[in-house]
Nanobody
Framework: QVQLVESGGGSVQAGGSLRLSCAASGITSTNYVGGWFRQAPGKEREGVAGISSGGDYTFYDDSVKGRFTISRDNAKNTVYLQMNSLKPEDTAMYYC??????????????????WGQGTQVTVSS
C-alpha cells in the first residue's frame, strides 16, 4: 500500500521560508514522478511543482518560479519543496503526489496516482 506523508507546514510572515517534506512508502523511490499541489479555500487544486524520478527534470508553475525549489532524496524516498519569499497568496493546503508513469503534464492533478493528506501553509502579511 502506497502512503505519502507530508510535513513541514506552518504559519509564517510574508517573505519567510518553509520546507515541506513528503515521505513515501510502499513505492520504490526511483519508480515515480513526484509532485506538489496546493488548494486554497474555494479554489481548485493546482499544480505547483513536479520532479522526475531521477531528479533530473523539474517543473514549476509560473506563480512560484524563482521562489520554490522541488528536490528529492531517493535514498530517503522523500520529495521536498523549499519555499522562499512566501506571499499571502501562497496560503493553501499543500499536497504531495506520486505518478507511476511520467505525466503528460507534470502539473496536472489527473496524471497522479497517489496523494498525501496535506499540510497547511499560512502566510500572513
Amino acid at each position: 500500500q502506497v502512503q505519502l506523508v507530508e510535513s513541514g507546514g506552518g504559519s509564517v510572515q510574508a517573505g519567510g521560508s518553509l520546507r515541506l517534506s513528503c515521505a513515501a512508502s510502499g513505492i520504490t523511490s526511483t519508480n515515480y514522478v513526484g509532485g506538489w499541489f496546493r488548494q486554497a479555500p474555494g479554489k481548485e487544486r493546482e499544480g505547483v511543482a513536479g520532479i522526475s524520478s531521477g531528479g533530473d527534470y523539474t517543473f514549476y508553475d509560473d506563480s512560484v518560479k524563482g521562489r520554490f525549489t522541488i528536490s528529492r532524496d531517493n535514498a530517503k524516498n522523500t520529495v521536498y519543496l523549499q519555499m522562499n519569499s512566501l506571499k499571502p497568496e501562497d496560503t493553501a493546503m499543500y499536497y504531495c503526489a506520486a505518478a507511476r508513469w511520467f505525466p503528460q503534464d507534470p502539473l496536472s492533478r489527473g496524471d497522479y496516482n497517489y496523494w498525501g493528506q496535506g499540510t497547511q501553509v499560512t502566510v500572513s502579511s
